[in-house]
């Protein structure tokens, strides 16, 4: 077999047993690794009344399918569970270096059950996988963590660490999991799945090589894309403050058709995610004020203050995730910035800088670099974490909550001041901090009046991007099975990709669409939201990158890597079935955990109902019941969103088709 290591490990941590399980090839070729064989898997493990804090939980760490075999940009790892935020599946990923080590140590997952006695590590080395005593590591940040134990695990090579915080260990149901001094795989509430095990790392330094079923078309696959990114590059006048002038002209236009993709890597390679600090906030993709504000709500210095050029001057040095040439990512000098508090962090993301920017009408970017590396230590997920603080704002606006009940800190929109101690508070679940630090849906149970400013879909903070101006985006925020993620796709990733080219039952992107077409319920929105989910699930099979992926199939060739990992010969058609598969395997996992689909739609203001009545999306309300009924007949589930006999029959999983049916 190749690409894949044909293992996993698996560690029940009540009764410190570790067992190497084989995998059957037929699955593999079926739902390949990654996130499709998480949900395989995870549908026999999880028994439907499973706590999700509780020893019935399995907690999976995944490689990808293309994952070190000389594939670009394929070094995403992801973790998978039954989330303690919906009740239903739960997955976050992410890059750094823990992907590779996962099949080096020969499997191409490793996964948790039980509960542990007191804290434990688990290492998996040349002397193979065991459980170690991590008393003296708990209470420790998630940095300091991953530095004593590359330093007790050195070999000829540092060892890959994942490892949770504070935020972890306390239970925090935002919290994540961290990798190489920072990056998260951060949603669905996996770090606090990780500290109920009782288990404070993952530690791994394999030797295994993975096999390959043609290195010297991989090589040249990887020398074609590699060539293209080191060509990509923006004109020198193309700058920070050109940026907003940007989003304003995208808000002007009526029309979009067909892109490049690889126009976007010049932007990455430069500034990474934090082009759109300003370019979203004047043509409506950036959240402000709790989802209710616009650009005209912010202070006058904010958009000079997030010019991705300035936190750019502050990089010393460009960050890559295992097996990328792209290196959206920087490491940030910033002891001036904090004072002293720290020397360095890994540059803010989009998404951070947003969540405790705009959304709290805060313009102080000083104390974004305070918060973000806070929460890297802590492991909590900024998207949450900056979320819960809009909402707290709002019920503060509102007289919801007073000062003595936030430990007397002022609330008030913008007041920078008060966002250091609040965000330690909810680390620490001190005071006003316990109340929040489960994230916005369980602070709403608490606070009487409070759900209109409770802004989730399914109980899950949205990702920073507004579907009131990518409609597309609100389908994926309602109807993937961990909702309100960003990552899933949207309508600017669809028309990128192409795969209409290859894949006859992927709508056309034509030119000079109608914008305002992307806002009905139709047929052919429905499928757009469905290919582009499917090719999502495809990629994160792989291991690979979203911004990777969303250059398009002509240039980040998936489908070729693919064939010349595996050797399977496979078309685009065929695997495209692989992430129906993966997708219809994981609503399966909510259906069967008593998840009623529709009650993951997004919340009404995101929807724009009522419509805004100013600001780049003024007037705009998605038609989003209609929207998900048609996506969910595109993936031939019924439209309730429950997979039907039928699909399930033609996917090749009549195994999970229920007794009763």
């Known amino acids: 077999m190749t690409s894949v290591m044909g293992k996993i490990c698996f560690v029940d941590l009540s009764s410190m047993k570790i067992e190497l399980r084989d995998i059957d090839p037929a699955i593999t070729k079926d739902v390949g690794s990654g996130i499709g064989l998480a949900a395989y898997l995870l549908n026999q493990e999880i028994p439907v009344d499973a706590d999700p804090l509780g020893p019935d939980n399995v907690l999976a760490f995944m490689s990808g399918l293309l994952t070190g075999t000389g594939a670009p940009v394929s070094g995403r790892w992801m973790v998978a569970c039954k989330s303690p935020i919906t009740g239903g599946w739960g997955d976050a990923n992410c890059g750094g270096t823990l992907s590779p080590a996962i099949k080096q140590c020969g499997v191409d997952g490793i996964f948790f059950k039980g509960i542990a006695s007191y804290p434990m590590l688990f290492v998996f080395d040349e002397n193979g996988p065991r459980l170690e005593d991590a008393r003296d590591l708990w209470g420790k940040d998630a940095v300091e963590s991953e530095a004593i134990l590359w330093e007790r695990y050195q070999t000829k090579r540092k060892p890959a660490v994942a490892t949770i915080g504070m935020a972890g260990e306390k239970r925090s149901k935002i919290a994540g999991i961290v990798n190489d001094r920072g990056r998260l795989a951060a949603r669905s509430g996996v770090g606090a799945v990780m500290g109920s095990k009782n288990l404070k790392a993952v530690v791994l330094n394999g030797k295994q090589i993975v096999p390959v079923f043609d290195r010297m078309k991989m090589a040249e696959l990887s020398k074609e ?46 500034w990474g995610t934090i082009v759109n600090n300003t370019m979203g906030l004047h043509n409506g993709d950036d959240p402000i004020q709790n989802w209710k504000g616009s650009d005209g709500d912010l202070p006058r210095k904010y958009a000079r203050n997030m010019n991705p050029d300035g936190i750019v001057s502050h990089q010393t040095k460009k960050y890559h995730c295992s097996s990328c040439v792209i290196g959206c990512g920087g490491i940030c000098d910033v002891d001036e910035l904090t004072k002293g508090e720290y020397k360095e962090t890994h540059k803010p993301e989009y998404e951070t800088v947003n969540a405790f920017g705009a959304l709290l009408l805060n313009e102080d970017m000083d104390v974004i670099y305070r918060i973000n590396e806070r929460l890297n230590r802590a492991g909590m997920d900024s998207i949450s974490a900056g979320s819960t603080v809009a909402f707290a704002m709002e019920c503060f606006e509102n007289g919801l909550l007073t000062k003595n009940e936030t430990d007397g800190l002022d609330l008030r929109w913008g007041n920078s001041d008060a966002l250091v101690q609040l965000i330690d508070k909810m680390i620490t679940r001190e005071g006003i901090g316990d109340l929040l630090a489960d994230g916005v849906k369980e602070a709403s149970r608490k606070i009487l009046n409070s759900a209109s400013m409770a802004i989730t879909a399914g109980g899950q903070e949205p990702g920073m991007h507004d579907p009131r101006m990518d409609p597309m985006l609100g389908i994926h925020f309602s109807a993937d099975p961990t909702p309100g993620r960003h990552t899933v796709g949207g309508g600017s990733y669809y028309n990128s990709l192409h795969l209409w080219e290859v894949v006859p039952w992927a709508p056309k992107v034509k030119p000079k669409s109608k914008k305002s077409d992307d806002y009905l319920a139709s047929e052919e929105n429905g499928m757009k939201a469905v290919a582009g989910a499917a090719y999502k699930q495809l990629t994160d099979i792989a291991g690979g990158c979203l911004f990777a992926m969303a250059t398009g199939y002509r240039h980040w060739r998936l489908f070729d890597y693919l064939n010349a990992a595996t050797g399977w010969d496979r078309s685009p058609v065929e695997y495209m079935e692989m992430g129906l598969r993966s997708q219809t395997l994981r609503q399966l996992f909510n259906i069967r955990h008593g998840i009623d689909p529709i009650d993951f739609k997004i919340h009404d203001r995101i929807a724009g109902i009522p419509p805004m009545t100013k600001g780049p999306n003024k007037g705009k309300t998605l038609q989003i019941d209609g929207m998900l009924r048609e996506h969910w007949l595109g993936f031939g589930w019924d439209e309730k969103g429950i997979p039907t006999r039928e699909t399930l029959t033609k996917l090749n999983l009549e195994e999970f088709i229920p007794e009763d049916k």
């Open 225 to 270: 894309f590699t060539k293209k990114v080191t060509d990509a590059s923006l004109p020198p006048i193309l700058n920070g403050k050109i940026v907003p002038i940007l989003g304003k002209v995208m808000a002007m236009g009526k029309t979009y058709g067909a892109s490049d993709g690889m126009l976007a890597i010049s932007v990455m390679k430069k």
